[in-house]
């Protein structure tokens, strides 16, 4: 019987995303980084799917077999077998929150995995890829204070660890193709980098922590259990920047912060989660996040009351939401009520009978507005 070839690979480099790790091994070998994934999995699709989100039990398997490593090891590797601090999984789906969609999967968006040029550049000649580029909540890089990049910045394509392209020069592909884009080759190292604001270094930093450490603080806040800090500030950014009803109270923190990210609502799209904005629109959220939490809850319902925010419209029934944010929403921000004189009690009554078809008497007036215009009875 013929003896089972073995792979010898560099062991992946602390906080290294998966598919940096294969792709960083194929190019040492001259190949593409799907020939090494299909050597090592015998599976010829492994190289489709999003390695860094989850491993098909059936790949580590084969990877752990063919290359002799622990499948721990590999399932640590993934998102999923490594966001407790940030996630609460509950291995219903291989779906992990607040992590950003790779390039090919967004279509017609033109940013994806993130970089920090000065990271790159320090790691010599064996560029990688770290797994917290992928994560939202990050916008800079806790190390150098820089902003980071979500796309080539001179051809604007998404950064593609899936179809690296090598030198038209070279017969082989080079360990460095893995810093360069796979659209026009340009090396991400030379990057022209942008220092973060120090809000922006000091949420980053914050983020980083949290996310490693699993418990941190945050103004005048502790969280023993950094998932809870994590839950809470996307639900924040959710409202602010994903949904209608949150533009006011963005458009009042970013006159407050003076803040110059521009902010186009229509560009955006219904139900679009953190993970999938651009880098500029996280960017500005999480500094306005960064700002409220300073003295939390005061400037957050002090925001809110200035924009007539109500729980109402923050809070939403199939969400849950952390202990520390349901206490500001139901125990600080005022609920507005409405109220209607006899005139417009019997406009409406109208509305409902001529437009709507359905009968209701003047008294019903409340709970039927509410029910059909909730947002515009919140602010009167």
Same mark, same amino acid.
């Given at each position: 019987?013929?003896? !089972?070839?073995?792979?010898?690979?560099?062991?992946?480099?602390?906080?290294?995303?998966?598919?940096?790790?294969?792709?960083?091994?194929?190019?040492?070998?001259?190949?593409?980084?799907?020939?090494?994934?299909?050597?090592? %999995?015998?599976?010829?699709?492994?190289?489709?799917?999003?390695?860094?989100?989850? *491993?098909?039990?059936?790949?580590?398997?084969?990877?752990?077999?063919? *290359?002799?490593?622990?499948?721990?090891?590999?399932?640590?590797?993934?998102?999923?077998?490594?966001?407790?601090?940030? =996630?609460? @999984?509950?291995?219903? %789906?291989? @779906?992990?929150?607040?992590?950003?969609?790779?390039?090919?999967?967004?279509?017609?968006?033109?940013?994806?995995?993130? =970089?920090?040029?000065?990271?790159?550049?320090?790691?010599?000649?064996?560029?990688?890829?770290?797994?917290?580029?992928?994560?939202?909540?990050?916008?800079?890089?806790?190390?150098?204070?820089?902003?980071?990049?979500?796309?080539?910045? &001179?051809?604007?394509?998404?950064?593609?660890?899936? $179809?690296?392209? &090598?030198?038209?020069?070279?017969?082989?592909?080079?360990?460095?193709?893995?810093?360069?884009?796979?659209?026009?080759?340009?090396?991400?190292?030379?990057?022209?980098?942008?220092?973060?604001?120090?809000?922006?270094?000091?949420?980053?930093? *914050?983020?980083?922590?949290?996310?490693?450490? #699993? =418990?941190?603080?945050?103004?005048?806040? +502790?969280?023993?259990?950094?998932?809870?800090?994590?839950? #809470?500030?996307?639900?924040?950014?959710?409202?602010?920047?994903?949904?209608? !009803?949150?533009?006011?109270?963005?458009?009042?923190?970013?006159?407050?912060?003076?803040?110059? @990210?521009?902010?186009?609502?229509?560009?955006?799209?219904?139900?679009? /989660?953190?993970?999938?904005?651009?880098?500029?629109?996280?960017?500005? #959220?999480?500094?306005?996040?960064?700002?409220?939490?300073?003295?939390?809850?005061?400037?957050?319902?002090?925001?809110? +009351?200035?924009?007539?925010?109500?729980?109402?419209?923050?809070?939403?029934?199939?969400?849950?939401?952390?202990?520390?944010?349901?206490?500001?929403?139901?125990?600080?921000? +005022?609920?507005?009520? =409405?109220?209607?004189?006899?005139?417009?009690?019997?406009?409406?009554?109208?509305?409902?009978?001529?437009?709507?078809?359905?009968?209701?008497?003047? /008294? @019903?007036? $409340? $709970?039927?507005?509410?029910?059909?215009?909730?947002?515009?009875?919140?602010?009167?």
């Amino acid at each position: 019987m013929k003896p !089972k070839r073995r792979y010898l690979l560099y062991p992946p480099f602390k906080d290294e995303l998966t598919t940096s790790w294969i792709a960083r091994n194929a190019l040492n070998f001259g190949m593409k980084p799907s020939q090494l994934a299909t050597l090592i %999995t015998e599976n010829v699709e492994a190289w489709k799917p999003d390695l860094d989100v989850f *491993i098909n039990p059936m790949f580590a398997k084969s990877i752990a077999t063919n *290359i002799g490593i622990d499948q721990s090891v590999l399932y640590r590797l993934s998102f999923y077998g490594s966001c407790d601090y940030f =996630y609460n @999984q509950t291995e219903k %789906t291989s @779906q992990v929150k607040w992590v950003m969609p790779l390039g090919q999967k967004l279509k017609n968006k033109q940013f994806s995995l993130q =970089y920090c040029p000065c990271c790159l550049a320090e790691d010599g000649k064996r560029p990688y890829f770290q797994k917290h580029w992928r994560l939202a909540f990050m916008t800079a890089c806790p190390y150098h204070s820089v902003q980071l990049h979500d796309r080539c910045p &001179k051809c604007h394509n998404p950064i593609e660890l899936k $179809r690296l392209q &090598k030198n038209v020069e070279d017969v082989l592909y080079h360990p460095e193709d893995i810093a360069h884009c796979s659209k026009c080759g340009f090396d991400l190292r030379e990057t022209d980098y942008v220092l973060a604001s120090t809000d922006e270094s000091d949420i980053n930093r *914050i983020n980083f922590l949290q996310s490693t450490l #699993g =418990y941190g603080q945050v103004g005048n806040l +502790k969280f023993a259990y950094s998932n809870l800090y994590f839950e #809470g500030i996307r639900r924040l950014l959710s409202f602010l920047v994903c949904r209608p !009803k949150g533009e006011r109270l963005f458009m009042h923190l970013r006159h407050e912060l003076d803040l110059r @990210q521009m902010y186009h609502r229509e560009l955006i799209g219904h139900n679009v /989660e953190p993970e999938r904005l651009e880098i500029g629109l996280r960017r500005s #959220g999480l500094v306005m996040i960064y700002h409220l939490l300073q003295d939390w809850p005061e400037s957050f319902v002090k925001a809110c +009351k200035a924009t007539n925010t109500s729980t109402h419209m923050i809070k939403t029934p199939y969400l849950e939401f952390p202990y520390w944010v349901t206490d500001a929403l139901f125990f600080q921000i +005022k609920q507005y009520k =409405y109220s209607a004189c006899d005139d417009e009690k019997s406009n409406i009554v109208d509305f409902f009978d001529k437009r709507l078809k359905k009968k209701i008497k003047p /008294e @019903q007036v $409340r $709970r039927f507005v509410r029910y059909y215009f909730e947002e515009h009875s919140q602010r009167l």
